[in-house]
């Protein structure tokens, strides 16, 4: 009995859940065959492939949008003193001589 109690420690403590809950999903009789024989080849179960997908779609990450992206940008500091068009008319006039 105390054996029972420790390896019952063990797994908890080293997050060893060996729970699995029944799925039912409904397929074309078609794919299901397909998907038999791709398991017979490789040597595993249908139960086995889908949970190897669900676990990758699962962990996928999202992708960011592109405002999301530019939201984390660095923001400037501009001080509101300052004549940026001026400047804008100032540069392109240092630039092209005009």
Same mark, same amino acid.
């Given at each position: 009995?105390?054996?029972?109690? #420790?390896?019952?420690?063990?797994?908890?403590?080293?997050?060893?859940?060996?729970?699995? +809950?029944? @799925?039912?999903?409904?397929?074309?009789? =078609? @794919? @299901? +065959?397909?998907? /038999?024989? &791709?398991?017979? /080849?490789?040597?595993?179960?249908?139960? %086995?492939? &889908?949970?190897?997908?669900?676990?990758? #779609? &699962?962990?996928? /990450?999202?992708r960011k949008t592109l405002t999301e992206i530019i939201?984390? @940008? =660095? /923001?400037?500091?501009?001080? %509101?003193?300052?004549?940026?068009?001026?400047?804008?008319?100032?540069?392109k006039l240092k630039k092209y001589g005009l």
């Open positions: 009995m105390r054996m029972i109690y #420790f390896y019952a420690y063990l797994c908890k403590l080293l997050q060893f859940d060996t729970m699995k +809950a029944r @799925l039912n999903i409904t397929i074309d009789a =078609p @794919l @299901l +065959a397909e998907v /038999k024989k &791709v398991a017979y /080849k490789q040597k595993t179960s249908v139960s %086995e492939i &889908v949970e190897n997908y669900l676990s990758t #779609f &699962v962990k996928m /990450k999202k939201d984390e @940008l =660095p /923001k400037k500091h501009i001080s %509101e003193d300052r004549d940026l068009i001026d400047e804008y008319y100032q540069a």
